[in-house]
């Protein structure tokens, strides 16, 4: 099998948050078809708020160029090489984030040129993988983010995750009315965990997490600025509230430095940002290799969903804004039931794109 050609499109799609009346921000992407001479065709996606033009211009030509004649199986050969033609000016960002389309692309191939569907061959420890709910946006006042979470609780969501930070006026009086409402509104059985978005310094991210230690919170997630490794060490070792990140983070080697420091107690990544599943499947490994739980973050659960039930992980993210964009753009894509989504059975990643809405929300 040889793939023929490659093609990237550009995409705006309209997302709301439930229960808000205001429009929020179009989710920019771009989705990947990657075609073969055995009539197979993959597609892969990237998100692209920011960068949608630069990712579809790398991938339609110096990716497209290197991989066509290529074999796509070959998919741990094909990401060394394409990595390798980027390592020396850095891969992270922009590279590994079209990387990871073309070879999310690839592994849906894989899985129909074989019949599984890709949580199988990424180990098939699991036909559904565990969920939880990002909901806790700035948009919700401190009313509606407890209406919100009692309603994620009766949807059978077990564990939820709000954002910090209250709409970057760092008003962490504000922060703590916030959480302790949600924690008081849902109980104290619900998995409750915190995100910082990489805003804090280290002593804001200290004094938070003093503050709302009582409320048990699973996790503080990428508390600091830039993910500084020795930052968040002191941090893990100055409060009893667990440290997570990595879901930005562009290869296995800055995950293994966030292990290794002792940055982190629960391990991120998203195979849109990290390099597909190639490369997120090591950083998954590596997570077990150091008995630390896995779990996506950084939204698009429609396809982070497949590597969490293969290798058994902790939780795949329903961001709430990245499901309702894809509720536009995916066919019948499988539901969060019961705290948890089913794995399509169809071979590769199990998801129909709704060519009308792409073909509605194209950007030029």
């Known amino acids: 099998m040889k793939i023929v050609n490659v093609t990237a499109t550009s995409h705006q799609v309209p997302t709301s948050l ?34 949608r033009g630069p990712i579809k211009e790398l991938i339609n030509t110096d990716l497209a160029e290197q991989l066509k004649d290529q074999d796509p199986l070959d998919t741990e050969r094909l990401w060394k090489q394409l990595f390798a033609g980027f390592s020396r000016f850095g891969a992270a960002g922009l590279v590994s ?104 310094d280290y002593q804001r991210a200290l004094a938070l997490a003093k503050r709302v230690e009582e409320l048990n919170i699973t996790w503080f997630e990428e508390p600091l600025v830039a993910n500084d490794v020795n930052l968040m060490r002191d941090l893990r070792h100055a409060t009893s509230i ?15 430095e966030l292990v290794q420091q002792g940055a982190v107690d629960f391990l991120h990544a998203n195979v849109f940002y990290v390099g597909g599943y190639t490369e997120a499947l090591k950083v998954a490994h590596l997570a077990q290799i150091y008995n630390l739980p896995y779990a996506s973050a950084g ?8 590597l969490i039930a293969g290798i058994g992980g902790w939780g795949v993210e329903v961001h709430m804004s990245t499901w309702v964009a894809g509720e536009t753009i ?35």
């Open 18 to 51: 439930p229960h808000i009346d205001a429009p929020q921000r179009p989710m920019g992407v771009v989705v990947v078809r990657v075609e073969t001479d055995a009539g197979i065709t993959g597609f892969g996606m990237a998100p692209g708020n920011r960068l």
């Open 97 to 200: 984030t079209s990387l990871s389309a073309v070879d999310i692309a690839m592994w849906d191939i894989k899985g129909k040129a074989f019949g599984h569907p890709v949580h199988r061959l990424l180990g098939g420890a699991s036909d559904s993988a565990p969920a939880y709910a990002t909901f806790g946006f700035f948009d919700y006042d401190r009313e509606g983010l407890a209406a919100m979470a009692m309603e994620l609780v009766g949807q059978g969501f077990d564990a939820m995750k709000m954002v910090v930070g209250s709409g970057n006026a760092l008003d962490l009086d504000e922060d703590v009315r916030r959480i302790a409402g949600v924690r008081e509104a849902v109980g104290p059985s619900v998995r409750l965990m915190i995100d910082a978005n990489l805003l804090f």
């Open 242 to 256: 667990p440290i997570a990140a990595g879901q930005f983070e562009g290869t296995k080697t800055r995950h293994r």
């Open 299 to 306: 939204g698009w659960p429609h396809h982070n969903m497949q």
């Open 330 to 364: 995916f066919k019948d894509a499988p539901k969060p039931e019961g705290g948890k989504i089913m794995m399509p059975d169809a071979p590769g990643v199990g998801l129909t794109f709704n060519e009308d809405a792409l073909k509605e929300y194209l950007e030029a």
